[in-house]
């Protein structure tokens, strides 16, 4: 294989660069090239066509199934009446958060896991989760809040959890250990505030907190989808901006810094669009369980690609979430399970077989 | 902490302070948070030189070459880099001018030679001008000049430490600074692949004409392949200049307070250090001690 394959490059270099993956430049005779790797494409597109095809099948299911064909003919403006108002105001707002917050849980994730050079660094283990649960767990049980109070008290909870964090992590530069044992202490004090709370609590509240705690996308409506979906057509492309300075900070920040890239500066903004990611998906749907780490663990194993990868891990997400939320309506019938549950079991299985089965190939 | 120190020892090279060198760190304070390393510090580093800061463990080299690399912000003082002070320049155009070798650097898990190498272009690229034919003839050129071009498909992580910190200098070349700085590019290497790192660096030096700044440990070898040798005690500079004229028994005891011999070396003609034997040591201290 040649990376050497720009179609207009003018004068191609005798003896280019081989790499054992495939990642060819596109050329423009004016100068410009973009780098691709066809790998890390191919898993994005795949990923994308298999978070829609889950979505298209989640929104036939439920009391009343449609078909795929007919699903479809419904989102493209066809269908009839009754049709329509199922497929468009009850059930496709419910595919959309999930798709949102998978994208930004595991474009999160992937960023935390980055910064902290170090899988454990994800939103789960920091303790991100434990803080938007106490937000919300303070809005349902002090409160009785509604599920909007709740949702801006899980929102406060995370980003007060990933501020405490990123103060108490930072010493000249947040260092990969030291922000993972922070968020660990952090996660247990959280826990510890969560488990106070719901002793608290009277039956119906503590029931309506375990189903918040474990994630759940159901009766979610377009007043979720919007917000969610603004945030994240702003952030994403700041983040994704910024990508090439995170590739090189895997070296290490000295070496990044030799090369040009702000390093400070860069951390202070991926690591903000992180939180703010995080703790806006665990507002609309709760801490919704492992998605976070293994997406970008997942994703990174399927493009065997070293670097962040954050667009693979955010389609990773996506497809990961609605496809649990699709099994845990397919299988257990409609709300009885929350996606959370089945995120955690998906998520960590597939992860485990993948460590195995490298494991016996040779590589860690 | 002596300042009159460059008189006993140094040669012609420091009477031309007034030449702008493309490098030099003028009266600088450097520090960690409290911990004060050096203090009214000023070194030139002569163009096309291949300069290397010796000096006994703690005595501050390595915190200088960071300040010359702008990893460290002076407390007091500057460090310029072509008449500018180094701090306000753009990021990106320092990375292009000036490169780093640091002692640590991580390899990203699974990440291929040719990748890696590709990476120390990233001075030079933006976000719409990622791979030019530039790049990979710069890439290509690199990893042929340190002799790992038939390693490009290789993993990092499966080479030894020799070619491994051979990949690391292919990365730095790759960045085609004028200016490279080497942290102790050949520690945790054996002899035969700490000759080979020196050779290359020499060979830098000569056939392309890049200005090199390392710190070593070992003292021979910075006689032998320095052309500039600046030697730090206490985080100031006791002596700098040709090897030739600066190596002496009386400049090592000073520095490293080792008592030694000073031979030619029988392959080169530069200074060879050789320690005095333990017997000879001990005898000195009791003399030293009966006359005080």
């Known amino acids: 294989m040649k990376s050497e394959a720009g179609t207009t490059a003018p004068g191609a270099v005798p003896g280019a660069v081989k790499s054992a993956r495939a990642n060819r430049a596109v050329r423009t005779p004016g100068g410009l090239s973009v780098r691709l790797d066809v790998r890390a494409l191919t898993v994005v597109l795949l990923l994308l066509l298999a978070g829609l095809a889950a979505s298209v099948l989640l929104i036939g299911t439920g009391d009343f199934p449609i078909g795929a064909g007919d699903v479809l003919r419904t989102l493209f403006g066809g269908g009839d009446a009754g049709q329509e108002f199922i497929v468009n105001e009850l059930r496709l707002p419910r595919v959309l958060v999930g798709l949102l917050v998978g994208a930004s849980l595991g474009l999160g994730g992937a960023l935390f896991q980055a910064l902290s050079r170090n899988p454990l660094g994800s939103p789960d283990i920091l303790g991100l989760g434990q803080g938007a649960t106490a937000g919300a767990l303070v809005m349902i049980v002090l409160f009785s809040g509604s599920a909007g109070e709740v949702t801006v008290g899980a929102l406060v909870g995370g980003l007060a959890t990933g501020l405490a964090i990123y103060l108490l992590a930072w010493k000249r530069g947040v260092h990969g250990y030291r922000l993972v044992l922070v968020g660990i202490g952090m996660s247990a004090i959280m826990t510890a505030v969560n488990g106070y709370l719901m002793t608290k609590a009277d039956l119906v509240d503590a029931a309506r907190a375990l189903v918040w705690m474990t994630g759940s996308l159901s009766g979610r409506d377009w007043a979720q989808v919007w917000p969610l979906l603004a945030l994240c057509a702003v952030l994403v492309p700041l983040v994704l901006a910024n990508a090439r300075g995170l590739r090189m900070m895997e070296m290490g920040d000295d070496v990044s810094y030799a090369l040009g890239v702000r390093v400070e500066r860069v951390r202070l903004l991926l690591m903000l669009a992180a939180v703010l990611l995080t703790a806006a998906a665990t507002a609309a749907a709760g801490p919704v369980s492992f998605v976070a780490l293994t997406a970008p663990q997942l994703a990174r194993r399927l493009t065997r690609s070293p670097g962040p990868n954050l667009l693979p891990s955010l389609c990773m997400g996506a497809a990961l979430l609605v496809a649990a939320d699709w099994i845990s309506q397919r299988v257990f019938g409609a709300d009885q399970l929350p996606v959370g549950v089945v995120t955690g079991v998906l998520g960590g299985v597939y992860l485990l077989w993948l460590l195995v089965t490298e494991r016996k190939a040779g590589r860690i | ?292």
């Open chain 2, 1 to 292: 902490m002596r300042a009159d120190g460059n008189d006993n020892y140094s040669s012609g090279l420091n009477n031309r302070r007034s030449t702008v060198n493309r490098l030099s760190a003028d009266n600088v304070t450097l520090a960690y948070d409290q911990r004060v390393i050096a203090e009214q510090l000023s070194v030139e580093i002569p163009d096309n030189s291949f300069t290397v800061i010796v000096g006994p463990n703690a005595c501050g080299k390595s915190t200088l070459l960071r300040a010359l690399s702008r990893m460290l912000k002076p407390s007091q003082g500057r460090v310029l880099l072509d008449g500018q002070v180094i701090q306000s320049m753009p990021a990106k155009k320092v990375a292009r001018t000036l490169g780093l070798l640091p002692q640590s650097s991580i390899a990203p898990d699974g990440i291929t030679v040719a990748d890696l190498v590709g990476r120390g272009r990233y001075p030079h690229q933006g976000i719409l001008r990622q791979w030019s034919t530039e790049d990979e003839r710069v890439v290509q050129e690199s990893m042929e000049q340190t002799g790992v071009a038939e390693l490009a498909d290789r993993y990092v992580d499966e080479l030894s430490g020799g070619q491994r910190q051979r990949v690391w200098i292919a990365m730095a070349l790759a960045q085609q600074t004028p200016l490279l700085l080497l942290d102790e590019p050949t520690t945790y290497l054996d002899i035969q692949h700490q000759i080979d790192v020196l050779d290359l660096c020499a060979q830098l030096h000569e056939e392309q004409g890049r200005t090199l700044v390392a710190v070593l440990h070992d003292l021979n070898h910075a006689a032998r392949y320095a052309t500039h040798l600046i030697a730090l005690r206490d985080g100031a500079v006791i002596a700098e200049g040709a090897p030739n004229d600066i190596v002496t028994a009386g400049l090592v005891e000073d520095v490293f307070g080792l008592r030694c011999q000073v031979i030619d070396d029988p392959e080169t003609g530069t200074p060879l250090v050789v320690p005095a034997a333990r017997k000879a040591r001990t005898e000195a201290k009791v003399a030293a001690t009966e006359a005080s």
